[in-house]
């Protein structure tokens, strides 16, 4: 767990001291989210956001870092039960040469902060569950950006989240879609 916020902080400063003068966007995007393996048996589809800073260091090549939020629901005997997983990332993404509209694939690395809550019933007695903790996770992805003016994108994108649980398989398809500003 250290190993893996350390190696998440140095590729930040590692971000930041290779090119002052890059261009900068950020972007907003809201999130369909597919469980996929263990999770996916236990839960429904989710939905939450992601906020994304990109920093060009070429025209091709941009360093990103990214918080998002998602939810989702319990299914079957896990009704009631209520799931979210925060994922902090940072990485990398590269953008193709396609005229205007620019295809891009991407892979970030980072640290997802799940939470689990909800009641259960066993023999007239009702207990509450309230688990939480954090785990490394990868993040590969690719989308398209569509310019809409100069400085305005649509950015639609697929990514999927692999977090490294023990014991179980926590996978996510986020379908993300969104606005990406540049600054």
Not at 15 to 33: H, R, Y
Not at 97 to 116: H, N, Q, R, T
Not at 159 to 164: C, E, P
Request: aromatic share 10%; glycine share 14%.
């Amino acid at each position: 767990m250290k190993k893996s916020f350390l190696l998440v902080a140095a590729v930040v400063m590692m971000a930041f001291a290779v090119n002052t003068n890059a261009q900068m966007a950020v972007g907003i995007q809201g999130s369909l989210a597919l469980p996929t393996g263990d999770v996916g048996d236990l839960y429904d589809m989710g939905f939450g956001g992601t906020g994304t800073f990109l920093y060009s260091v070429t025209p091709e090549i941009q360093l990103t870092g990214s918080v998002g939020y998602l939810m989702f629901s319990g299914k079957d005997l896990y009704d009631g039960f209520d799931f979210s997983i925060i994922p902090i990332m940072v990485g990398g993404r590269y953008n193709f040469e396609a005229g205007s509209v620019k295809p891009y694939v991407s892979a970030e690395v980072g640290l997802a902060m799940s939470s689990m809550s909800g009641e259960v019933s066993f023999y007239g007695y009702t207990y509450e569950v309230d688990e939480s903790g954090s785990d490394f996770a990868i993040a590969p992805g690719a989308g398209i950006v569509i310019p809409v003016s100069p400085n305005v994108g649509v950015d639609v994108n697929a990514k999927y989240i692999m977090v490294m649980t023990e014991g179980t398989s926590t996978n996510i398809i986020g379908i993300n879609a969104g606005v990406q500003v540049a600054l």
